[in-house]
T-cell receptor, first 114, second 113 residues
Framework: ELKVEQNPLFLSMQEGKNYTIYCNYS?????LYWYRQDPGKSLESLFV?????AVKQEGRLMASLDTKARLSTLHITAAVHDLSATYFC??????????????FGKGTKLSVIP | ETGVTQTPRHLVMGMTNKKSLKCEQH?????MYWYKQSAKKPLELMFV???????ENNSVPSRFSPECPNSSHLFLHLHTLQPEDSALYLC????????????FGQGTRLTVV
């Protein structure tokens, strides 16, 4: 059974600071996704990482994937209040064609404080 | 707005009621999913439909019954639910593994009383 572990689960950080959220998974996969969820809202896709060494950046967020270590990171640079949300990583364990099924981590609830 | 629309947004039902959740996607995707999001558990995949055919049923109790009449619509029929079934139910859609992500609807917040 695929397990996806995120840490930390809760993160309170000051504006302007940097921090990294980690996502470890237990089985071979080269497909990892990061989502953001605001309270009462749906999940918004942030990054799609599809190969070892993939790195993607959008604004103050940068995601990377190391398939050999089974690890993805979401790095936050110079945090601002608007980044406060819950961040989920999700892993797709299947290769080849067919509909994909995601196993999600528990999420990291990020609060950015002034 | 992600192109995936769920109704209703909120639903309160008794344990003897029968209700249905609806999901509609306007993205031309061919795979649709139901996920359950509880307060203390990770998002759980419940059902997968690919080209209207159910391809996965992750040990979901029979009181949840999905229906996919076409690739744009997905239903979740509910009957004799338990209070522990109270959760946010999210619908998602995707292309068939063309290296793209799934798009999620806003969810239905279900409370079973």
């Amino acid at each position: 059974e695929l397990k996806v572990e995120q840490n930390p689960l809760f993160l309170s950080m000051q504006e302007g600071k940097n921090y990294t959220i980690y996502c470890n998974y237990s089985t071979t996969s080269d497909r990892l996704y990061w989502y953001r969820q605001d309270p009462g809202k749906s999940l918004e896709s942030l990054f799609v990482l599809l190969s070892n060494g993939a790195v993607k950046q959008e604004g103050r967020l940068m995601a990377s994937l190391d398939t050999k270590a089974r690890l993805s990171t979401l790095h936050i640079t110079a945090a601002v209040h608007d980044l406060s949300a819950t961040y989920f990583c999700a892993v797709d364990p299947y290769s080849g064609a067919g509909s994909y099924q995601l196993t999600f981590g528990k999420g990291t609830k990020l609060s950015v404080i002034p | 707005e992600t192109g995936v629309t769920q109704t209703p947004r909120h639903l309160v039902m008794g344990m003897t009621n029968k209700k249905s959740l609806k999901c509609e996607q306007h993205l031309g995707h061919n795979a649709m999913y139901w996920y359950k999001q509880s307060a203390k558990k990770p998002l759980e995949l419940m059902f997968v439909y690919n080209f209207k055919e159910q391809t996965e049923n992750n040990s979901v109790p029979s009181r949840f019954s999905p229906e996919c009449p076409n690739s744009s619509h997905l239903f979740l029929h509910l009957h004799t639910l338990q209070p522990e079934d109270s959760a946010l139910y999210l619908c998602a859609s995707s292309q068939e593994r063309l290296n793209t992500e799934a798009f999620f609807g806003q969810g239905t917040r279900l409370t079973v009383v």
